[in-house]
């Protein structure tokens, strides 16, 4: 009975996944720079929240550190052959284009493979993008809860001609506000020049 409650979870979880990818595409709005209030967070729909989870230096870290700034968060893993690495550097560009404005923002990379994903790691890879750029590792536990509350979608892909997995995730780069709620949610493969444009109207208007 728990092996079909766990199966039932997971497909639910992939049916939200799909459908909130669909809906997103189909919602009207245009490529990137999705308000809070489009995504329809004031009515009912949470993203992000709470997390406690440790830096590269074993720092613990929670979501009310970074209360008063900006933060722009991705969620990906070390391994990750292509998108991950692509997304990453949209952000390190956004925020060199940002100038002195990027001092407002703090850049965030959550990995969702804690099993592979240690502190040393995680913190040699993320300056391999910006030095602005703090990455974060923490439990199985701790990651599966962060990811649930920002509506992340992954899980490992097996591979038969080796003993190394892949992850399957969504790859939404998400902005938060001062106030640590959701303002603004970008597409996968939006350009650096599109992304620093919306952040500047919403660091203008806040």
């Given amino acids: 009975m728990r092996r079909v409650r766990i199966a039932a979870y997971g497909l639910i979880v992939v049916v939200l996944s799909l459908w909130g990818g669909w809906w997103f595409a189909s919602s009207g709005a245009k490529r990137l720079g999705l308000d809070g209030e489009a995504l329809g967070v004031t009515s009912g729909v949470s993203v992000g929240g709470p997390f ?3 830096d590269s230096a074993g720092k613990s870290v929670s979501d009310t550190d970074f209360r008063g700034r900006w ?4 969620f990906g893993y070390t391994f990750c052959p292509d998108v991950c690495p692509t997304e990453l ?23 969702i493979d804690p099993e592979r994903d240690n502190q040393e790691l995680i913190g040699s890879y993320v300056k391999l993008f910006d030095d602005r750029l703090i990455g974060l590792t923490g439990s199985v536990a701790e990651i599966a809860a962060v990811a649930r509350a920002y509506r992340v979608y992954y899980a490992k892909a097996e591979r038969k001609d080796t003993t190394q997995y892949l992850m399957d995730h969504s790859s939404f780069i998400y902005l938060m506000g001062p106030d640590g709620k959701l303002r603004g949610l970008y597409r996968p493969g939006s350009t650096a020049q599109d992304l620093t444009a919306a952040l500047r109207t919403r660091l203008a208007g806040s």
């Fill in 52 to 54: 406690k989870l440790v």
């Fill in 71 to 74: 933060m722009l968060v991705f």
């Fill in 89 to 111: 550097q949209v952000i390190a560009s956004t925020l060199d284009g940002l100038g002195p404005d990027a001092a407002k923002i703090v850049p965030i990379f959550i990995t």
